[in-house]
Nanobody, 117 residues
Framework: QVQLVESGGGLVQAGGSLRLSCVAS????????MAWYRQAPGKRRELVAT???????TYADSVKGRFTISRDAAKNTVYLQMNSLEPEDTAVYYC???????????WGQGTQVTVSS
């Protein structure tokens, strides 16, 4: 089992920056990968960025060059640095952990990001 707690959301003007944090606890040694997803009102949840246990990162085309996913193993924390934010980035952002041989997904409670134009 894994518990995830996100923080760092808020209201920012277009062009601004925010950094989201996700602290993982529990049986974290067998996490395969961690990711950030987002869900805007009336839309499906979409994958934003992923970082594997080997530190390989991938990004959605819509955020490439603007967002950076990283991790601090000592703090059991994954970050999402979001720069050049656009109103279209407004959503609830969720931290995800893909866990164990069964590849079970665990989710955080979400943090709201609102970008004003």
């Amino acid at each position: 089992q894994v518990q995830l707690v996100e923080s760092g959301g808020g209201l920012v003007q277009a062009g601004g920056s925010l950094r989201l944090s996700c602290v993982a606890s529990g049986s974290i040694s067998i996490i395969n990968a961690m990711a950030w997803y987002r869900q805007a009102p009336g839309k499906r949840r979409e994958l934003v960025a992923t970082i594997t246990s080997g530190a390989t990162t991938t990004y959605a085309d819509s955020v490439k060059g603007r967002f950076t996913i990283s991790r601090d193993a000592a703090k059991n924390t994954v970050y999402l640095q979001m720069n050049s934010l656009e109103p279209e980035d407004t959503a609830v952002y969720y931290c995800n952990a893909n866990w164990g041989h069964s590849r079970i997904n665990f989710w955080g409670q979400g943090t709201q990001v609102t970008v004003s134009s």
